[in-house]
């Protein structure tokens, strides 16, 4: 078993910031891809950003050049820098972890953006 604790969720303003971290947990011997999905309210959930355990990253048109994934992967820990943030990025964020058992998801950290 593999668990995924999100933490930084919250209300900021349009253009702020936020930073959302992943904290991994349990039978881990290797993570392989994490990454960050989000759901907006009547909406499906989209792929935000992912990364591999090398670095390599990956975004979605509509966070390029605004959110930024990292991972520590000695804490086997996720994070999701988001700047210039929009109100169309109001929704539940959640990260995921590709290993060996399987993909495991974390609860969700819901980020609303709002003045």
């Known amino acids: 078993q593999v668990q995924l604790v999100e933490s930084g969720g919250g209300l900021v303003q349009p253009g702020g910031s936020l930073t959302l971290s992943c904290a991994g947990s349990?039978?881990?011997?290797?993570?392989?891809?994490m990454g960050w999905y989000r759901q907006a309210p009547g909406k499906q959930r989209e792929l935000v950003a992912t990364?591999?355990?090398?670095?390599?990253?990956t975004y979605a048109d509509f966070v390029k050049g605004r959110f930024t994934i990292s991972r520590d992967n000695a804490k086997n820990w996720l994070y999701l820098q988001m700047n210039s943030l929009k109100p169309e990025d109001t929704a539940v964020y959640y990260c995921?972890?590709?290993?060996?058992?399987?993909?495991?998801w974390g609860q969700g950290t819901l980020v609303t953006v709002s003045s």
């Open positions: 349990g039978s881990i011997f290797s993570l392989n891809t």
């Open positions: 990364i591999t355990s090398g670095g390599y990253t």
């Open positions: 995921f972890a590709n290993h060996r058992l399987g993909t495991s």
